[in-house]
């Protein structure tokens, strides 16, 4: 029997999903990401593994998501658009596929002029709505681009990103409608601090029924600290965090404020559950892995069902 993605069994079951991030060394030590999956390990039904994040040179992807698998956790293989033409992004679709990896994110990537590589050409030949239609068309057709049969297709639940926060807010659903419609099957969002928002977007994602096209799991980032929230409000694009949290986590200690952080992200969890169409969590605790076990169980989501 081939391994199969178990983020897609736990969703298709009807549970609360719980996925989390793993950001992959500035090197070539495979020890960070054992340790990091081991801490995660139990905790998550997947791990997601960044493509180069920030446009930063690390460990790629594929080598993360492949050592995670060794340690028996089922990893999310991140890709974006901007690094590969259509050729090597096909090649690396299907070697995730021969190396046991079962999921696949679909992302353009951050631009890299954001990175330590700021000289680097963008390649972008396809974006990442296009990747979607891509994974879907070798898995579903046993095509590659252009028509030529596969010898053997990726076997891929095929996953895309959504901000409801960025601008145009109107705009936020259609392109969510976009990315279903050329076959996304999970959604993780950027992480959420203004729930007002996000409860209009997801009303907007209801009363055009794409709640019941495809499983979306809202985004979860800890605050570390008032300092945090504040870059994350001013310097980070699309992101949405109230001056009610930025206040919230000023008004403890600096020793206090990472308990500050966890709290807010548990309560947001909570509100999440109750929110229609909302199927599960995506948890980016930046660098604090550590804290995702907690997160979990605080949240009354330990144990997994699998």
């Known amino acids: 029997m081939k391994y199969e993605s178990r983020l897609k069994k736990v969703l298709a079951a009807g549970h609360f999903a719980v996925t989390a991030e793993c950001g992959p060394p500035k090197g070539a ?48 293989f991140q890709m974006v658009t901007r690094d590969r033409n259509r050729i090597a992004l096909q090649s690396d ?36 709505i296009q990747l979607i ?27 895309a990103a959504a901000n409801p926060f960025a601008d145009p807010f109107a705009y936020r659903v259609i392109r969510l409608g976009k990315k279903v419609a050329a076959g996304a099957e999970f959604i993780q969002t950027q992480c959420i601090y203004n729930l007002a928002r996000f409860k209009e977007w997801m009303k907007r994602v209801r009363d055009r029924g794409i ?9 979860i980032t800890p605050l570390k600290s008032a300092r945090m929230a504040e870059y994350m409000s001013k310097q980070v694009a699309g992101m949405d965090v109230p001056e009610e949290i930025i206040n919230r986590m000023k008004s403890v200690p600096a020793d206090k404020q990472r308990q500050e952080g966890l709290k807010i992200a548990i309560e947001t969890i909570e509100a999440l559950r109750q929110i229609k169409g909302v199927h599960g969590v995506h948890i ?3 660098e604090w892995e550590e804290a995702v076990p907690q997160l979990v169980g605080l949240a009354g989501l330990y144990p997994r069902p699998y």
Request: glycine share 12%.
């Open 29 to 76: 030590e495979p020890a960070v990401i054992r340790r990091k999956g081991r801490i995660l390990k139990g905790f998550v039904d997947s791990v997601n593994v960044t493509d180069n994040q920030t446009g930063v040179v690390r460990l790629s992807s594929l080598a993360a998501c492949a050592l995670l698998k060794k340690e028996g956790l089922d990893p999310v």
């Open 93 to 128: 679709i299907l070697g995730a596929s021969a190396l046991g990896i079962r999921n696949i994110l679909c992302l353009s990537g951050d631009h890299q002029s954001f990175g330590n590589q700021a000289q680097a050409k963008g390649v972008f030949d396809i974006d990442s």
């Open 133 to 159: 239609q891509t994974v879907r068309q070798m898995r579903d057709e046993g095509k590659v681009l252009g028509g030529e049969p596969l010898s053997e297709p990726p076997h891929l639940f095929i996953g």
């Open 211 to 219: 709640d019941e096209k495809v499983y979306i799991l809202g985004g």
């Open 284 to 286: 980016m605790a930046i």
